[in-house]
């Protein structure tokens, strides 16, 4: 009995995970046009827990409450607009898929570009330095010395290989 007991304690540990994502299936929405509305909203929002899903596309728990949220005020009668308003008011504007161009947002817009700029000029840089010491590492080199790398690494008089 008493080697049986951590068995069905594990057995017990193991159900607990299927039964607390058991839930209540989710209510369908009343009017087909809230619906519609609501989702046209919330795939312009992302979702505060994912951050790569949309808020219609997110099982959060987070997400449900916003599309909730969202309904409620479809039904007050406030415009798309503003909903996305009280939704940037509360979680700014990194909750907007495509934020707006301002102060704020800039890195947000032009980050990614920047970037590639300092990529590309610190690849130049490097680049044209070690061409440079290449050449002076040439050009201080005897001619015999020349000779002899280039019969080691089978090239011909002109430095290619043949």
Known sequence: ???????????????????ASAREAAPTA???????????ISEELRCLVCQN????????DLAKDLRREIREQIQEG??????????VGRYGDFVRYRPPLKGTTLMLWFGPFAL?????????TYLRRRNRRVA????AL?????????????????????
């Open 1 to 19: 009995m008493k080697r049986i007991l951590p068995f069905a304690f594990l057995a017990l540990l193991a159900l607990l995970p299927g039964a």
């Open 136 to 139: 002076e590492t040439r050009a």
């Open 142 to 162: 005897s001619p015999e010395e020349q000779q002899k790398i280039d019969a080691l690494l089978g090239r011909n008089d002109a430095g290619q290989k043949p």
């Open 78 to 87: 406030r415009s798309d607009q503003e909903i996305l308003d009280f939704m």
């Open 30 to 40: 009343q009017d087909v046009v809230v619906e519609k509305r609501m989702v046209a």
């Open 116 to 124: 590639l700029l300092v990529g590309v000029v610190v690849l130049v």
């Open 53 to 60: 899903e949309s808020l219609s596309g997110s099982q959060a």
